[in-house]
């Protein structure tokens, strides 16, 4: 497919200098600094404020999926570990029952060591994603995935971001991330907002996290991928492919493919 043709080109022309060096550079401009997230974090107060009269106030509950073959993951990997399945969930009531039973997973593989510090993850994801758990392949714990981590690569449309945070007791403390601070993760924080944000609204916290996905698909991602597509030298791209297809029987050497971008040097 020429789709294909055109990422091995990339690939190529990755280890190829000048041009090398030059998509080397666009990739490091290109580098999102990491988002601290406890950075974005409100006060109780704060939220109350912004969401008075919202309909899900107090509810918390999520849409649970109708997909249940999560359950069998679930059940091996509690039993492989000694635990009680299904476990106690009654203190992350503000997720689905798939997503908060992998919290108590991921919370007691990798329990938290560092007080004060927040980490996270996004819980919508699999047992299997987030941990690297396989069902009917020799569990090996020192090869299972860690998901907490201090900062977001990203959040999707889906997201269920949870975080957690080790108290001087000894306790842990989980937090649902709240859709406002997904916002504000965005750069729309509680000043860019001209009236109540859910003042009059039929939506609920799983409708808004989906628009905070899409936000940062829009804003974050979208950017970069139209900078990475515009950055090449397409006329070169079109001349490599355009020789390819007229003499598909000549094989060109590493050192052949690197000379075409020789003009690119100055």
């Given amino acids: 497919m020429w789709y294909a043709d055109i990422l091995l080109f990339f690939l190529?022309?990755?280890?190829?200098?000048?041009?090398?060096?030059?998509?080397?550079?666009?990739?490091?401009?290109?580098?999102?600094?990491?988002?601290?997230?406890?950075?974005?974090?409100?006060?109780?107060?704060?939220?109350?404020?912004?969401?008075?009269g919202c309909p899900f106030e107090e509810s918390g509950a999520?849409?649970?999926?109708?997909n249940s073959g999560w359950k069998l993951v679930h059940e091996q990997f509690f039993s492989l570990f000694g635990m009680p399945w299904p476990p106690r969930t009654e203190h992350l009531s503000s997720f689905r029952m798939r997503e908060?039973?992998?919290?108590?997973?991921a919370d007691f593989i990798f329990p938290e060591s560092s007080p004060g510090e927040w980490k996270w993850f996004d819980a919508n994801h699999t047992m299997e994603r987030n941990l690297g758990f396989e069902v009917g392949v020799e569990l090996v714990k020192d090869k299972l995935k860690n998901p907490w981590d201090k900062v977001l690569p990203t959040i999707t449309t889906g997201s269920s971001i949870v975080g957690r945070i080790l108290m001087p007791d000894g306790s842990s403390t989980f937090k649902a991330l709240h859709p406002?601070?997904?916002f504000s993760m965005l750069g729309w924080g509680p000043e860019a907002w001209k009236?109540?944000?859910?003042?009059?609204?039929?939506?609920?916290?799983?409708?808004?996290?989906?628009?905070?996905g899409n936000?940062?698909?829009?804003?974050?991602?979208?950017?970069?991928?139209?900078?990475?597509?515009?950055?090449?030298?397409?006329?070169?791209?079109?001349?490599?492919?355009k020789d390819k297809r007229d003499q598909p029987e000549v094989v060109q050497s590493d050192d052949a493919d690197c000379e075409m971008s020789s003009s690119y040097s100055d």
């Fill in 12 to 52: 190529g022309a990755k280890y190829c200098t000048p041009l090398g060096e030059k998509i080397d550079f666009l990739l490091e401009q290109l580098r999102m600094p990491p988002y601290m997230v406890e950075d974005f974090l409100m006060s109780e107060l704060e939220l109350a404020r912004l969401c008075e």
């Fill in 62 to 66: 999520k849409r649970q999926k109708v």
């Fill in 100 to 105: 908060a039973e992998l919290i108590v997973a």
């Fill in 180 to 182: 406002m601070e997904g």
């Fill in 195 to 212: 009236q109540k944000p859910f003042s009059n609204s039929s939506l609920d916290k799983d409708d808004y996290m989906k628009m905070v």
């Fill in 215 to 241: 936000a940062w698909t829009l804003y974050h991602y979208t950017p970069l991928m139209l900078a990475v597509f515009g950055a090449p030298p397409w006329a070169e791209v079109v001349k490599y492919f």
